[in-house]
């Protein structure tokens, strides 16, 4: 992506030297990867990082932007379109995940969580469950990462939008807050109404299925570019979620 973005615009201008002249790039490709990955990690000030590495801030951002475009083509994480690798169980479970961010000039209204009493950007992240060998931990990987929606935006909502497409047969599950859609959900208890034992049982198994799809957003959220107030501009938020998802599966996938 990032290479076709500079060959067009090189085929817009004229070239006056031959590529490779100019001033030589100050850090090497390996200290500009450790500069990412530090900045998705830590998620201090471009200025704190900049002073680490002997770059001033404009160096930073351009490395930071570069980078993670690149590791978008690398780690190719879809935004609806789910493939079940023959190391994966054959099941998919659905979840939003939220992440505060500035207060917006202007339509303030749309980005603000009730849920969380701030404003935000949502984004659903569909995860499966590798199979595992005897003594084995049980690892989580992310499959695909919607593109965000504004925080009023409900659950479903974002789902419905993402036009989500698994193999047929794979059952896909959700929490409560997928009711209406065709996701496997919590049986909710009906109004003056109790739940049967047999409900109750079914929704304490699939409490117990989904909560990898937790596991995996919270370790996704080890990475604190995803998890403090994000500072930076929201167009590039789903391309940083992508990368963070591929951060985890080579991590922990």
Request: proline share 5%; charged share 35%.
């Given at each position: 992506?990032?290479?076709?973005?500079?060959?067009?615009?090189?085929a817009n201008?004229?070239?006056?030297?031959?590529?490779?002249?100019?001033?030589?790039?100050?850090?090497?490709?390996?200290?500009?990867?450790?500069?990412?990955?530090?900045?998705?990690?830590?998620?201090?000030?471009?200025?704190?990082?900049?002073?680490?590495?002997?770059?001033?801030?404009?160096?930073?951002?351009?490395?930071?932007?570069?980078?993670?475009?690149?590791?978008?083509?690398?780690?190719?994480?879809?935004?609806?379109?789910?493939?079940?690798?023959?190391?994966?169980?054959?099941?998919?479970?659905?979840?939003?995940?939220?992440?505060?961010?500035?207060?917006?000039?202007?339509?303030?209204?749309?980005?603000?969580?009730?849920?969380?009493?701030?404003?935000?950007?949502?984004?659903?992240?569909?995860?499966?469950?590798?199979?595992?060998?005897?003594?084995?931990?049980?690892?989580?990987?992310?499959?695909?990462?919607?593109?965000?929606?504004?925080?009023?935006?409900?659950?479903?909502?974002?789902?419905?939008?993402?036009?989500?497409?698994?193999?047929?047969?794979?059952?896909?599950?959700?929490?409560s807050g997928?009711?209406?859609?065709?996701?496997?959900?919590?049986?909710?208890?009906?109004?003056?109404?109790?739940?049967?034992?047999?409900?109750?049982?079914?929704?304490?198994?699939?409490?117990?299925?989904?909560?990898?799809?937790?596991?995996?957003?919270?370790?996704?959220?080890?990475?604190?570019?995803?998890?403090?107030?994000?500072?930076?501009?929201?167009?590039?938020?789903?391309?940083?979620?992508?990368?963070?998802?591929g951060l985890?599966?080579?991590?922990?996938?």
């Amino acid at each position: 992506m990032w290479l076709a973005r500079k060959a067009k615009q090189s085929a817009n201008r004229p070239r006056q030297r031959k590529p490779g002249a100019g001033r030589k790039a100050k850090l090497r490709l390996a200290d500009r990867l450790l500069l990412t990955r530090l900045y998705y990690r830590a998620y201090i000030t471009q200025e704190f990082v900049g002073f680490l590495f002997g770059v001033d801030k404009g160096t930073v951002s351009r490395k930071v932007q570069e980078l993670s475009l690149c590791m978008t083509g690398v780690f190719r994480i879809p935004e609806n379109k789910v493939r079940i690798d023959p190391g994966d169980l054959e099941a998919v479970f659905v979840d939003a995940t939220e992440q505060p961010v500035n207060r917006p000039t202007r339509g303030q209204r749309r980005s603000y969580s009730g849920k969380k009493k701030r404003h935000t950007v949502k984004h659903h992240v569909v995860v499966t469950r590798a199979r595992k060998g005897p003594g084995e931990k049980q690892k989580v990987r992310i499959k695909a990462v919607s593109k965000g929606a504004k925080g009023r935006v409900r659950d479903k909502k974002v789902y419905d939008r993402s036009r989500l497409q698994v193999p047929e047969g794979v059952p896909k599950s959700g929490d409560s807050g997928y009711q209406g859609s065709h996701l496997r959900v919590p049986k909710k208890k009906p109004r003056k109404g109790q739940l049967s034992d047999e409900q109750r049982h079914a929704n304490r198994r699939l409490a117990k299925e989904r909560i990898v799809a937790e596991h995996g957003i919270g370790k996704m959220k080890i990475w604190r570019i995803a998890s403090d107030r994000y500072r930076n501009p929201l167009r590039r938020h789903t391309v940083m979620m992508k990368n963070v998802a591929g951060l985890h599966n080579r991590v922990y996938g």
